[in-house]
């Protein structure tokens, strides 16, 4: 079994270790501490000098389109599968998967054969079953046997509040959240409903009633996108104090064609300061979906698939405003693991996943581990896509 000896890193698990070693074996995380020595009789191994950097848990990020996405301005508008090292490259190692708004020419059959292949080229990856059709497209058949009984899939996906997705009434709103929180208990996961919410007016209105009629958790009733306007993130930080879960997006900002969005880090400010447990509060990066590519002057020149740089972007701009490394990662590491159940994720202790992020002192991707695997050495990728365009034929 291989180990890996990290010495001298300023360890923020996220809560603050100082300057420590770290110690792995495998896929988990053996030790934690100062004055770590080489381990022993357990087989061959490195010793990584990382002083002067940051270690990190690897980030989770819980809405990411890994088959890509889009295709609302017509089929040239589609986007690509996103590739494995665009995803390390940003210090992502655990990706959670929805369809997007074309949950028609997109199935998820294909997003889970997606999944399985970046799993098998070295990520943690996971899905939500639903989508932007009504009823929503599954597997089985029945989004709570998707739940129940498929492993990657970690809740259902649905839309409100938005004019390009069906209307669902509240009824079913509430039929689809009991499929994802009972068929959660049946796996033993801790699945949630993930709802998309537009820019209508109506906001998260449907969920605060869904939470009424049902009784279920608001923690388990997840809305994203909750700052894409003012008023929406005014309603989204209500919720999340009388105890939902609110996912702000990286890309929802101006230059990412958004012109109303509170920016991201902004956001997770506002939210802090107003009260807004740590735990409620989650970063993804809506990335593998078509955006605008704008030119020096700010014009719109095109379309690009956006990556999912944008959750380290948010994250260095939150410690340059002020907040801690751990404070400002808890948002992409502790928080979605414990909301998502991914109790082996989110944290640097004894026992969990070697999911690991190693940050030069100014914040850019030195080193990625995930499970113990070296995917990024030196700020280049070891692993690559098979369809990347990098490789010869």
């Known amino acids: ?29 053996l030790r934690v501490g100062k004055g770590l020595s080489v381990p022993t009789g357990v087989g061959d191994g490195d010793t990584l000098d990382v002083s002067g950097r940051i270690l990190l848990p690897g980030f989770i990020d819980s809405h990411i389109h890994v088959m890509g996405a889009s295709g609302l301005g017509g089929p040239g508008t589609r986007t690509t599968d996103l590739q494995i090292n665009r995803i390390t490259l940003a ?14 020419s997109r199935s998820i059959p294909a997003l889970l054969a997606r999944a399985a292949a970046l799993e098998w080229e070295g990520l943690n990856a996971f899905c939500y079953t639903g989508g932007w ?36 009434a509240i009824e079913d709103l509430c039929r689809l959240a009991h499929a994802a929180f009972t068929g959660g208990l049946l796996a033993g996961k801790r699945a949630v409903l993930h709802v998309h919410i537009g820019d209508h007016p109506a906001g998260l209105q449907s969920l605060e009633e869904v939470h009424r009629r049902t009784g279920i958790p608001r923690d388990r009733l997840v809305a994203t996108h909750v700052n894409r306007n003012p008023e929406l993130w005014r309603q989204a930080i209500d919720y999340a104090k009388a105890g939902g879960s609110v996912d702000v997006t990286a890309l929802q900002r101006a230059s990412a064609g958004h012109p109303h969005a509170v920016p991201p880090a902004r956001a997770i400010r506002d939210a802090i300061a107003a009260g807004v447990p740590t735990e409620r509060l989650t970063l993804s990066t809506d990335s593998g ?26 994250i260095r701009d939150l410690v340059q405003q002020g ?7 808890t948002c992409a590491t502790q928080a979605p693991a414990e909301l998502l159940g991914l109790m082996r994720k989110g944290r640097i202790e004894t026992g969990r996943d070697a999911d690991l992020l190693v940050l030069t002192a100014d914040g850019q991707v030195e080193q990625v581990f995930c499970r113990g695997q070296q995917l990024v050495q030196d700020g280049v990728p070891l692993v690559r896509g098979a369809f990347d365009g990098h490789r010869s034929s």
């Open 323 to 329: 907040l801690s490394w751990g404070s400002a990662v």
């Open 289 to 314: 979906a078509a955006y605008p590519a704008l030119d020096a002057a700010g014009q719109v020149r095109g379309q690009t698939m956006a990556g999912p740089d944008a959750i380290l972007d948010t």
């Open 1 to 29: 079994m291989r180990w890996v000896l990290f010495k001298g890193g300023h360890i923020f698990a996220p809560d603050d270790c100082g300057v420590a070693d770290l110690l792995i074996l495998g896929d988990q995380i």
């Open 133 to 168: 059709t009504h009823p929503v497209p599954t597997l089985t058949g029945d989004p709570q046997r998707d739940v129940a009984y498929i492993d990657r899939v970690l809740g259902i996906k649905v839309s409100i509040s938005e004019k390009m997705a069906p209307l669902l």
């Open 91 to 104: 210090g992502v190692t655990t990706v959670v998967s929805p369809l997007g708004a074309d949950s028609l």
